[in-house]
């Protein structure tokens, strides 16, 4: 599976929108991007996924660029439950294993 | 909700002694896993099942095995204790599909052993 890099941490204002990059310059035609995030002392909580396009839910929106080297994860009002390590995953479409690297802390600040 | 439940929240264990990890899933998934997490080295990836009675080895399977005798438990055994695996273990279900399927977690054990 593609190597994603993400910051070590990153700091945002609660009530404006939170952007996590993430680079996976090695992703191959038929890896999906998966997002997760993980609240202190709890596991992680998938967040979004997608595969070539742009995806929302309620919880987030995932940008992926068009050569699909690097996305990302858009939280549009951050609050302070936000606070947490994002994980940026490429994962291929046969086998179920998911490679969590280090991630981002994302700290929102009052 | 996709509910996954580990056993224990916190368990404090012997060296040598044999532990044992439960987890169980309420959502019929096929696919169940094991990982463990540590400062500095991020989420690892122990032992997976894709169905009963099957089991294949993660990134760092050594001093662990696992059974999967019903669909909705996997279990990760400790045969001899060691302090080095002391840890936060997490355990994760998902459904078998065509390869973009999400996990579902469960709260994690953390355990010491000493």
Redesign the interface.
């Known amino acids: 599976d593609a190597k994603t890099t993400q910051p070590p941490s990153m700091d945002c204002a609660e009530g404006r929108a939170a952007n996590l990059p993430c680079n996976h310059s090695t992703i191959s035609g038929?890896e999906?991007v998966?997002w997760?995030r993980q609240i202190h002392?709890?596991?992680?909580?998938?967040i979004i996924?997608g595969?070539k396009n742009n995806e929302t839910n309620e919880m987030a929106s995932l940008i992926i660029t068009e050569d699909r080297k690097s996305s990302t994860l858009i939280l549009p009002h951050a609050t302070l439950r936000d606070t947490a390590v994002y994980y940026c995953i490429v994962?291929?479409?046969?086998?179920?294993?998911?490679?969590?690297?280090?991630?981002t802390q994302l700290t929102v600040n009052p | 909700d996709v509910k996954?439940t580990q056993s224990s929240r916190y368990l404090v264990k012997r060296t040598g002694e044999k532990v044992f990890l439960e987890c169980v899933q309420d959502m019929d998934h096929e696919?169940m896993?094991w990982?463990r997490q540590d400062p500095?080295l991020?989420?690892?990836?122990i032992y997976?099942s894709?169905d009963v009675k099957m089991k294949e080895k993660?990134?760092i399977p050594e001093g662990y095995s696992v059974s999967r005798e019903k669909k909705e438990r996997f279990s990760l055994i400790l045969e001899s204790a060691s302090t080095n695996q002391t840890s936060m273990y997490?355990c994760?279900s998902?459904l078998?599909g065509?390869?973009?399927?999400?996990?579902?977690?469960?709260?994690?054990t953390q355990l010491s052993v000493l």
């Open positions: 038929n999906y998966y997760y002392s709890q596991g992680p909580q998938y996924h595969l994962k291929e479409t046969s086998g179920s294993r998911l490679t969590f690297g280090e991630g | 996954v696919n896993f990982y500095g991020g989420l690892r990836l997976f894709y993660g990134d997490l994760a998902s078998a065509q390869g973009d399927e999400k996990l579902f977690f469960g709260s994690g």
